[in-house]
């Protein structure tokens, strides 16, 4: 009879059969069972076993002890208590592999900050930061997420966006700051009254930016800035001076720029709408930070953030004689000087009805039909998105009816993890999300008490089923993505409103907001296709590069029209609900064609475009300040301490803090045809 057993980690401990006893009671007890004196007599026979299995001398591994108690229990016609322990093994196995993982991610995240957000700095905070982000990842694949969603997610089927925060909060936000002006609010610390001053107001408005952005894992967005600025103007005792407007707006931009949130990590993903308002003081609003912008920091570089959006409408400010062409026209200038702003279309076939209210975030997010509520921007935003692998559906089924058929295996999957992270967050109570929910910013929440759940009230919010690799897809599938054929184009919109289809069936079947939108990828664009590289190979066109093709975006390295490719996207932007955007990319800044700024801007228009950029470099030298391209060294001073600004899934970054797989996308990008 052995004595001694040895653990997995080497280490040999007294054999103690009481233990073996123990895991088939609770394996029982799961089935119904409770006869103890059934799961003694079978501990005896498991002991037998291995001493006739040859241990007699030797010393058994803890793994073969377990081997032995499934023999034992299925000989002896436990068939289902067999089952529960086999699969409690397995959920041991997943979370002992699951802190290995972790111990792995911690040593890289110590040597150099995990590049997955480029808005993450490389501080000790940031660490810190991203150290506990990959324990609550490890604990929600281990612990909570059914067998079945967490196999999807780390199998490479579909992602699950920010799952740090699976349990914790909501995504992103449109606030209402008109309300919070008027009424004032409180961060925890003390009440912050109704602005009186212009320059307080734009303060304010920073505070609630960062405020928020500490309650949740995705962006932060004022949908009408310059109706609530105006607001606040006609409240004023005197009047401001356009200067003083000025100084205001400037204010607000130096501080998204360095006020950090999330424990001092980053500053909040910011994004600013506005355009619209035909009154003189919003009119002042908005001229006068698209000047700030123009104008840049303190020494004259580009802003990160916000992320300004321009909405454009005819009658407002779209074309000549309109009260606010001249804002239109200054946007255009500031855009071809800054990046910013980033345009949406309020004329557009899916935006039109609903006035100028659509509001979107930088990142592409959109957030306005509502089943359980008015159908506004305000007071909303998206709850959670997954995002799905087409590359991998693709290259499973080889055939375009078998793929249809595989999409909606993984789509009603999708579907049902979506509804459990619903379910998890709907039992938050108000006080877990003290600004979000305490100081009313999420419509309903004004009916909540401190520890009421929040799920009523998250119903206004979207759910997001997001793709990722359209241009790989068609490629497995015809041999030619969307921008060399129709065949091609007509299968990708074939798709694409597939998706959108079972979205809507979704939404009735469970009488929530799901929609689709074209995900902004990131992290995710070399996950997926590093995955798929190690069952298939490197596929050439598919999966012989560092990264998948954004949602429906047109291949990076494929030289086009800029007029044709923003005619093929904006086929797809009425079928992406929850998000779009497509972009043009430029050699150089195009400040001296402002012209031909324009005439894009206006063909993303007659295009159906929801929401279009213009991407082009930006190098700035941190020695003399020079503007322009810059290879190796500032053509004005010589220095090669130069600040490369690019745009990464819709917002603004420097080249230096994107991960290896943008940085790749980066290298590949191709300027657009005039």
């Known amino acids: 009879m052995f004595t001694e057993i040895r653990k997995r980690d ?3 401990v007294p054999f103690d059969s009481e233990k073996i006893t123990e895991a088939i009671m609770k394996a029982a007890k799961s089935v119904g069972g409770q006869n103890r004196k059934i799961a003694e007599a079978l501990t005896d026979q498991v002991v037998i076993h291995l001493s006739k299995q040859g241990y007699n001398g030797i010393i058994p591994a803890v793994e073969d002890a377990q081997d032995a108690v499934e023999k034992v229990l299925i000989e002896n016609g436990h068939a289902r208590t067999a089952k529960a322990y086999i699969l409690y093994r397995a959920r041991r196995t997943r979370i002992r592999e699951g802190k290995s993982d972790l111990m792995d991610s911690v040593k890289e995240i110590l040597v150099e900050t995990n590049r997955e957000n480029a808005n993450i700095s490389n501080s000790p905070s940031a660490k810190m930061l991203q150290i506990a982000m990959a324990a609550s990842k490890r604990y929600y694949l281990s612990n909570l997420l059914p067998e079945d969603f967490a196999n999807a997610h780390t199998s490479g089927a579909f992602h699950i966006h920010d ?4 349990g914790k909060t909501l995504n992103c936000l449109q606030i209402d700051l008109t309300r919070l002006l008027a009424e004032g609010f409180n961060t925890g610390y003390g009440y912050i009254r109704s602005p009186k001053r212009i320059s307080s107001a734009t303060a304010q408005a920073a505070i609630i930016l960062q405020s928020n952005q500490n309650d949740m894992f995705g962006g932060q967005s004022f949908p009408h800035f310059d109706r609530s ?15 003083e407007v000025f100084q205001a707006m400037e204010g607000l931009i130096y501080n998204l720029n360095t006020m950090h949130s999330r424990a001092g990590a980053q500053v909040p993903f910011s994004s600013i709408n506005l355009g619209c308002d035909t009154s003189e003081e919003g009119r002042a609003v908005t001229r006068s930070i698209l000047s700030a912008f123009a104008r840049g920091l303190g020494n004259g570089e580009s802003p990160i953030f916000p992320n300004l959006v321009f909405r454009t409408k005819e009658g407002v400010n779209l074309n000549p004689g309109d009260t606010n062409y001249d804002l239109f026209q200054q946007a255009v200038k500031v855009a071809a000087r800054r ?45 959670a998105p997954v995002s799905l692998n087409l590359p991998r559906l693709a290259l499973q089924a080889r055939d375009a009816n078998l793929f249809f058929v595989e999409l909606d295996r993984l789509l009603r999957l999708a579907a049902r993890q979506l509804l459990h992270r619903f379910e998890i967050l709907g039992n938050l109570r108000a006080c877990d999300l003290p600004f979000l929910m305490g100081q009313k910013l999420y419509m309903g929440s004004e009916v909540l008490g401190p520890n009421d759940r929040i799920k009523e009230v998250i119903k206004h919010g979207t759910l997001g089923v997001g793709f990722i690799g359209l241009a790989e897809t068609l490629q497995v599938l015809c041999g030619k993505h969307h921008g060399e054929e129709r065949e091609a184009q007509d299968l990708g919109l074939k798709i694409v409103s597939h998706i959108s289809k079972r979205m809507e069936q979704f939404s009735d079947e469970f009488d929530l907001n799901f929609v689709m939108y074209a995900t902004p990828a990131e992290g995710l664009s070399g996950r997926f296709v590093a995955m798929d590289r190690e069952i298939y190979g490197s596929v050439p066109g598919i999966t012989d590069k560092e990264y998948y093709t954004n949602s429906y975006h047109i291949p990076v390295n494929y030289i086009m029209s800029l007029f044709d490719k923003l005619s093929l996207e904006g086929e797809y932007h009425k079928y992406c609900k929850a998000g779009h955007i497509s972009y043009v990319e430029l050699g150089s800044p195009p400040q001296n064609n402002v012209e031909a700024v324009e005439e894009i801007i206006r063909h993303m228009a007659a295009s159906d475009i929801g929401y279009g950029g213009i991407n082009y470099p930006i190098d700035e030298c941190y020695a003399c300040g020079f503007s322009g391209i810059v290879d190796d060294a500032c053509p004005g001073c010589g220095s090669t301490h130069i600040r490369r600004i690019r745009r990464i899934t819709g917002y603004l970054s420097t080249e230096d803090r994107f991960n290896s797989a943008k940085q790749a996308e980066l290298r590949d990008r191709k300027q657009h045809c005039y």
């Open 10 to 12: 080497g280490r040999v």
């Open 163 to 166: 799952l740090d925060y699976y």
């Open 229 to 243: 600025m105006a607001e606040v103007i006609r409240s004023m005792p005197a009047k401001p001076e356009e200067e």
């Open 339 to 383: 990046l910013n702003p980033t345009f949406s279309f309020m004329d557009s076939s899916f935006n039109k009805p609903y006035g100028d209210e659509v509001s979107y975030m930088g990142c592409r997010t959109r957030t306005i039909g509502n089943r359980h509520g008015e159908e506004i921007s305000a007071g909303r935003g998206n709850i």
